[in-house]
């Protein structure tokens, strides 16, 4: 008999790494929270650059690198300087200057490493460096706890459910196992998890979110964008004919595919607040 040990490794994953990932988003020094970000931001640029390399894409990935770095250490306030606009700014200018820099007439693909350089960067660095920013206003830790629950119960929801349930394709183009019983699993899942962790902020850290109903309209904003975030990282895979990003030996397939949903449901947090504050 074969054994499958993705659900152990997934535990043993959950077990290790959330302990961690809740004394850093509760922690009183930012320093942990950046360390994390800055070691996952890397990660994914790297697995990222690795699946357009497949396709024969060669983006500029030293300074990609360097960029990801600039945007998570850009996070804390007292090491700020620049803001994101700033810094893609920066971002874009320097991959069109490297582009003539290395410009060959003979098999000139400088869009295509233009673009892909620039895109990995926005859609892995930028919303992690937004982490930081949302910590560091009044209750950020709570929030991104409460973020991060929402969108991994929406994830657990979505498969559980839709390995059970599900009959009917969400986007079967995009990803076959995808189903709608599992979208609306996934949908509920996120919304009780975001009930679930504001009852207890509210109850045993005497702190406050949102108020009710609107806590309730935004969870399922952010469970249904969580949900978007898996597919368009599913849509990158299916273009370069992978199953997994890469690997983690946690279960969870690459870097990416644990973080895929977090890269669009941060930023939607990051919007939700600015209305606050």
């Given at each position: 008999?074969?054994?499958?040990?993705?659900?152990?490794?997934?535990?043993?994953?959950?077990?290790?790494?959330?302990?961690?990932?809740?004394?850093?988003?509760?922690?009183?020094?930012?320093?942990?929270?950046?360390?994390?970000?800055?070691?996952?931001?890397?990660?994914?640029?790297?697995?990222?650059?690795?699946?357009?390399?497949?396709?024969?894409?060669?983006?500029?990935?030293?300074?990609?690198?360097?960029?990801?770095?600039?945007?998570?250490?850009?996070?804390?306030?007292?090491?700020?300087?620049?803001?994101?606009?700033?810094?893609?700014?920066?971002?874009?200018?320097?991959?069109?200057?490297l582009a003539l820099i290395r410009l060959n007439p003979d098999n000139n693909h400088s869009i295509l490493r233009i673009s892909t350089t620039v895109i990995g960067v926005l859609y892995i660095a930028l919303p992690l460096g937004l982490?930081?920013?949302?910590?560091?206003?009044?209750?950020?830790?709570?929030?991104?706890?409460?973020?991060?629950?929402?969108?991994?119960?929406?994830?657990?929801?979505?498969?559980?459910?839709?390995?059970?349930?599900?009959?009917?394709?969400?986007?079967?183009?995009?990803?076959?196992?995808?189903?709608?019983?599992?979208?609306?699993?996934?949908?509920?899942?996120?919304?009780?998890?975001?009930?679930?962790?504001?009852?207890?902020?509210?109850?045993?850290?005497?702190?406050?979110?949102?108020?009710?109903?609107?806590?309730?309209?935004?969870?399922?904003?952010?469970?249904?964008?969580?949900?978007?975030?898996?597919?368009?990282?599913?849509?990158?895979?299916?273009?370069?004919?992978?199953?997994?990003?890469?690997?983690?030996?946690?279960?969870?397939?690459?870097?990416?595919?644990?973080?895929?949903?977090?890269?669009?449901?941060?930023?939607?947090?990051?919007?939700?607040?600015?209305?606050?504050?």
């Open positions: 008999m074969i054994l499958n040990h993705q659900p152990i490794r997934r535990i043993v994953t959950g077990v290790i790494f959330i302990p961690i990932l809740v004394f850093c988003l509760l922690s009183n020094q930012i320093w942990w929270l950046t360390g994390i970000v800055t070691m996952v931001a890397l990660w994914g640029i790297n697995e990222f650059y690795n699946l357009v390399a497949r396709k024969g894409i060669m983006p500029f990935r030293k300074f990609g690198t360097l960029m990801v770095l600039l945007f998570c250490l850009n996070g804390p306030i007292w090491l700020r300087f620049a803001t994101p606009v700033q810094l893609i700014v920066v971002l874009i200018l320097g991959s069109f200057l982490m930081l920013y949302i910590w560091q206003i009044p209750r950020g830790g709570f929030y991104l706890l409460w973020l991060i629950a929402i969108t991994w119960m929406c994830d657990t929801g979505a498969y559980a459910i839709g390995s059970v349930f599900g009959k009917h394709k969400l986007c079967p183009t995009i990803s076959p196992n995808k189903t709608i019983e599992g979208c609306l699993g996934g949908l509920g899942f996120g919304i009780l998890a975001g009930w679930v962790v504001q009852w207890i902020i509210t109850r045993y850290f005497t702190s406050y979110l949102f108020p009710s109903v609107l806590m309730l309209l935004y969870a399922a904003g952010i469970a249904l964008t969580a949900q978007l975030g898996d597919l368009a990282e599913s849509v990158l895979k299916r273009e370069v004919g992978v199953k997994d990003s890469g690997n983690t030996y946690t279960g969870h397939g690459g870097m990416l595919d644990i973080i895929d949903s977090l890269l669009f449901t941060i930023p939607v947090l990051y919007l939700i607040l600015k209305i606050y504050y």
